[in-house]
T-cell receptor, first 112, second 114 residues
Framework: GQQVMQIPQYQHVQEGEDFTTYCNSS?????IQWYKQRPGGHPVFLIQ?????EVKKQKRLTFQFGEAKKNSSLHITATQTTDVGTYFC????????????FGGGTRVLVKP | DGGITQSPKYLFRKEGQNVTLSCEQN?????MYWYRQDPGQGLRLIYY???????QKGDIAEGYSVSREKKESFPLTVTSAQKNPTAFYLC?????????????FGPGTRLTVT
């Protein structure tokens, strides 16, 4: 069935460095959503991408939706300690009535 | 002040007891969801409700039950049949049940069963 996979599972980043996390789907998605969960907290919606090739920015975060609408990326520049947390992507699962399916998440740890 | 509330934040139970987790929203959302999260893991869907008086099993419904008698409330009962109930339980809601809508999460309940 349709799955949403995220890589890497863990990302250790030196403060001030850039990194990218990736989200891949086995099928085309109508949209992709990104959420952030701080340690001990709950997921919070960050952004939704809908169009093929779409790029959106939120301060130091850049989100991209692939041309084929099967993958997405989140790029963080100049990582700060406030970026610590788990980033989840999610997309509608067509085989299950378009319910939102979450990837396994990328856990980001920042070294000061 | 709109949002989703879950209570309690921490819950301890003895093995063999049923326990009910509360979830309330005042966002006027049609759809509500229950997820389970184990340490260092992603979100697994337990049950969801598209509209009041309706609910559907998710990916890991065994050992759990829900009700949706009111639009704003979607309580989850963890029964004694659930073999590994210790986990972090998250409730969420969205305006409609389709995956095109963002989900709003409550603060979660950490359940420990010994």
């Amino acid at each position: 069935g349709q799955q949403v996979m995220q890589i890497p599972q863990y990302q250790h980043v030196q403060e001030g460095e850039d990194f990218t996390t990736y989200c891949n789907s086995s099928t085309t998605l109508s949209n992709i959503q990104w959420y952030k969960q701080r340690p001990g907290g709950h997921p919070v919606f960050l952004i939704q991408l809908v169009k093929s090739g779409e790029v959106k920015k939120q301060k130091r975060l850049t989100f991209q939706f692939g041309e084929a609408k099967k993958n997405s990326s989140l790029h963080i520049t100049a990582t700060q300690t406030t970026d610590v947390g788990t980033y989840f992507c999610a997309g509608p699962r067509r085989a299950a009535g378009n319910k939102l399916t979450f990837g396994g998440g990328t856990r980001v740890l920042v070294k000061p | 002040d709109g949002g989703i509330t879950q209570s309690p934040k921490y819950l301890f139970r003895k093995e063999g007891q049923n326990v009910t987790l509360s979830c309330e929203q005042n966002l006027n959302h049609d759809a509500m969801y229950w997820y389970r999260q184990d340490p260092g893991q992603g979100l697994r869907l337990i049950y969801y409700s598209q509209i009041v008086n309706d609910f559907q099993k998710g990916d890991i419904a065994e050992g759990y039950s829900v009700s949706r008698e009111k639009k704003e409330s979607f309580p989850l009962t963890v029964t004694s049949a659930q073999k590994n109930p210790t986990a972090f339980y998250l409730c969420a809601s969205s305006p409609r049940w389709l995956g095109n809508y963002e989900q709003y999460f409550g603060p979660g309940t950490r359940l420990t069963v010994t």
